[in-house]
């Protein structure tokens, strides 16, 4: 059986991927909206320290390690534009989100044609194997082919051999009647299914 491909790797599909873009999107319109009414000098710290918060539990949650050298210098450059004021006003979080996005997109595709490219490769043993296989499942179908074959030769025989004994001893038992009765003639052959329940003399006509 022909080894199966493993399974392509898509850790942020398209649906998660404009999931992430619009918070990212939404916490940033938040933000300039609340600078723009000077009340997000606090506020904005705070929505900043939540939103990388979920960021790194979505990360996990989708088997993305955020420590990767590209992906953690892309969330402290966003996070430390998002606590400079004045730079806190450019959308920093959807400009990261959309790096991040465009990282692990890189690195799932990278993976794939790996598996891909190995797995070609063995695509010549593994066709070895399976013809391989196959002539040791036809070995032994012959195998037992012949042993059946075999198996029926021997009962063909053992039989011929018991119906030979019958025979003989029919042969034997009509010489004997005949020597204690010469006048009653028996008939030295018989039908076969008649052997076993013995021969009966034929009377002549008077």
């Known amino acids: 059986m022909e080894e199966e491909l493993p399974k392509e790797r898509k850790r942020i599909p398209n ?17 300039i909206v609340l600078d723009l009414l000077l009340v997000g000098i606090f506020i904005n710290r705070c929505i900043t320290i939540l939103y990388n918060i979920g960021v790194f539990l979505f990360f ?36 990261t989100a959309i790096i991040n996005i465009m990282i692990v997109r890189n690195e799932d595709r990278a993976y794939n044609d790996k598996i891909k490219e190995e797995h070609n490769k063995n695509q010549p043993i593994l066709k070895k194997q399976m013809l391989e296989n196959q002539r040791r499942e036809q070995r032994t179908v012959l195998v037992q082919q012949r042993e059946l074959q075999r198996v029926r030769r021997t009962a063909d025989l053992e039989e011929e051999r018991q119906q030979k004994e ?21 008939h030295t052959a018989a039908p076969r299914d008649l052997q076993n329940i013995g021969y009966r003399p034929i009377r002549k006509a008077a």
């Open 60 to 95: 996990t949650f989708r088997g993305i390690s955020p420590w990767h050298t590209k992906k953690l210098a892309n969330n402290a450059i966003g996070f430390i534009i998002e606590f400079i004021p004045i730079l806190d006003i450019l959308p920093a979080k959807t400009v």
């Open 166 to 186: 019958m025979d003989e001893e029919n042969d034997a038992a009509i010489r004997e009647k005949q020597v204690l009765d010469p006048s009653a003639p028996y």
């Open 15 to 31: 649906v998660f991927a404009a999931g992430y873009i619009l918070t990212a999107g939404f916490c940033d319109l938040i933000e």
